[in-house]
């Protein structure tokens, strides 16, 4: 375990483990869309990472050519400053998704009171008293479908 | 559930007879998935009634925020309107399970913008039952001339699906997106069960080949989309691309597309009369598998 030895073989040994990693990383998101845990635009995007940290495993000079286009001396730190970006991006876009599926399970909730509400209505007309002749069916509104078109 | 087999005296007929006096005894569905289309449904719905006023029809309103509903209610057409926008692949599978509760044995989708032209429903409609081999019938532009200008990028796109679909389903697949499609009653229940999310209809494809359903093309024309927004413009091709080669290369892996497996003999649309009575027992099994 001298440093003299270590020197070349950790870089090569780094190296490899991060391939194998990548490739395990690849594997796994492919293999939940195969069990259909997760639908294919995520998986496009997290396959994608996979194959950056892919190629910069491969490629290690890519990495000090990146650091250098950036101005940043040490390029572990522009590994870290691209990474921090990317999750900071992704990040905010779960976000926005999370607020999208919120919105449409509120309106979904909406829904279903309203049709509860006019079924019950409806069963109590049905139920002899024919007394209150409830206002007849009327067509509801569209509810103000927000704008959560996906995508 | 209550589908009754065929009479008896149907079965001494020929093949084409039966085909043709079934026609008139089955409950045939139009689908017409429509997001903010208040200007063309209407007319399509008109269309489809006047080609052939056997049809129901039902509008699936995705969410729109235009006058598509109001449009659509003043037709002869049932109009279900969703909450908020699904997504094509979404707003079809409603139309298959509203076609699948109400006992329908045909379902042709036709969308909302006016791309299928009506007047090829009946040679759908002809080829889903004298084919006799097809589960569904597709509406193909590259059979013939298509009738209008396909732009150059979908025909690319097209031409990759078409030559991966081709070589998977070991049956030449010409228009794998053409979304003008008619199918029986056992597309209707694989569909309704499970449908593709968005850009459904290459992994459609490949859904009723992994059942062994069978699949026919049809020459037809289409209308060249009318103004505005197509679906899909330049940088949603590339994801579109992307997705649909991903859904493709990891559907050939699973075993089973859908994780329902087939109830054991289901009623198989209009050919397996004795086999009808069994399946409708089979069947509350499994809906309980359903989960």
């Given amino acids: 375990m001298t440093i003299l030895a270590a020197e070349g073989g950790i870089d090569t040994r780094v190296q490899l483990?991060?391939?194998?990693?990548?490739?395990?990383?690849?594997?796994?998101?492919?293999?939940?869309?195969?069990?259909?845990?997760?639908?294919?635009?995520?998986?496009?995007?997290?396959?994608?990472?996979?194959?950056?940290l892919f190629i910069l495993a491969i490629?290690?000079?890519?990495?000090?050519?990146?650091?250098?286009?950036?101005?940043?001396?040490?390029?572990?730190?522009?590994?870290?400053?691209?990474?921090?970006?990317?999750?900071?991006?992704?990040?905010?876009h779960f976000s926005v998704a999370t607020s999208r599926l919120g919105d449409e399970t509120k309106i979904l909730a909406q829904e279903v009171a309203r049709l509860d509400e006019q079924q019950r209505r409806l069963?109590?007309?049905?139920?002899?008293?024919?007394?209150?002749?409830?206002?007849?069916?009327?067509?509801?509104?569209?509810p103000s479908s927000a704008r959560t078109s996906d995508q | 559930m209550g589908r009754k087999s065929l009479p008896a005296t149907h079965l001494g007929a020929t093949l084409r007879a039966m085909a043709a006096e079934q026609s008139d005894q089955l409950r045939k569905l139009a689908i017409v998935p429509a997001y903010n289309e208040e200007g063309m449904v209407a007319k399509?719905?008109?269309?489809?009634?006047?080609?052939?006023?056997?049809?129901?029809?039902?509008?699936?309103?995705?969410?729109?925020?235009?006058?598509?509903?109001?449009?659509?209610?003043?037709?002869?057409?049932?109009?279900?309107?969703?909450?908020?926008?699904?997504?094509?692949?979404?707003?079809?599978?409603t139309g298959f399970k509203f076609a699948l509760n109400n006992d329908y044995d045909v379902a042709v989708q036709v969308d909302g913008d006016g791309q299928h032209k009506t007047e090829y429903l009946p040679e759908l409609l002809a080829a889903l039952n004298t084919e006799g081999q097809a589960d569904m019938v597709c509406g193909s532009r590259f059979l013939e001339d298509p009738g209008y200008k396909v732009p150059i990028g979908r025909r690319i796109g097209n031409l990759i699906f078409s030559v991966v679909l081709t070589l998977?389903?070991?049956?030449?697949?010409?228009?794998?997106?053409?979304?003008?499609?008619?199918?029986?009653?056992?597309?209707?229940e694989l569909f309704a069960r499970d449908?593709?999310?968005?850009?459904?209809?290459?992994?459609?494809?490949?859904?009723?080949?992994?059942?062994?359903?069978?699949?026919?093309?049809?020459?037809?024309?289409?209308?060249a989309r009318g103004f505005g927004r197509?679906?899909?413009?330049?940088?949603?091709?590339?994801?579109?691309?992307?997705?649909?080669?991903?859904?493709?290369?990891?559907?050939?892996?699973?075993?089973?597309?859908?994780?329902?497996?087939?109830?054991?003999?289901?009623?198989?649309?209009?050919?397996?009369?004795?086999?009808?009575?069994?399946?409708?027992?089979?069947?509350?099994?499994?809906?309980?598998?359903?989960?």
């Fill in chain 1, 17 to 52: 483990v991060a391939i194998v990693v990548t490739i395990l990383l690849f594997g796994l998101v492919i293999e939940l869309v195969r069990r259909r845990r997760l639908v294919e635009r995520y998986a496009l995007l997290w396959m994608s990472a996979a194959l950056a």
């Fill in chain 1, 59 to 92: 490629w290690r000079d890519l990495l000090e050519i990146g650091s250098d286009f950036l101005g940043i001396a040490v390029p572990a730190n522009a590994l870290f400053l691209v990474a921090f970006a990317v999750i900071f991006v992704l990040l905010l």
């Fill in chain 1, 123 to 142: 069963r109590a007309n049905l139920n002899g008293d024919g007394a209150g002749p409830a206002q007849p069916e009327r067509e509801e509104p569209a």
């Fill in chain 2, 44 to 93: 399509v719905v008109r269309d489809i009634l006047s080609a052939d006023p056997t049809f129901d029809v039902v509008v699936v309103d995705d969410g729109s925020t235009d006058r598509t509903i109001a449009e659509a209610q003043a037709t002869d057409a049932t109009v279900i309107r969703l909450p908020f926008n699904v997504g094509i692949g979404g707003a079809m599978q």
């Fill in chain 2, 168 to 188: 998977i389903v070991r049956q030449r697949i010409t228009d794998p997106t053409s979304g003008f499609r008619m199918t029986n009653r056992r597309g209707i």
């Fill in chain 2, 195 to 223: 449908y593709p999310h968005d850009y459904p209809e290459v992994e459609a494809i490949l859904m009723l080949n992994a059942h062994r359903l069978r699949i026919h093309e049809v020459p037809v024309r289409m209308n």
């Fill in chain 2, 230 to 291: 197509s679906s899909i413009d330049y940088p949603r091709s590339a994801y579109y691309m992307a997705k649909v080669l991903l859904a493709i290369f990891v559907g050939l892996t699973r075993r089973r597309p859908v994780p329902v497996d087939d109830p054991p003999d289901t009623p198989g649309g209009e050919s397996v009369a004795p086999g009808a009575v069994a399946g409708a027992s089979a069947d509350p099994a499994a809906q309980g598998g359903g989960s």
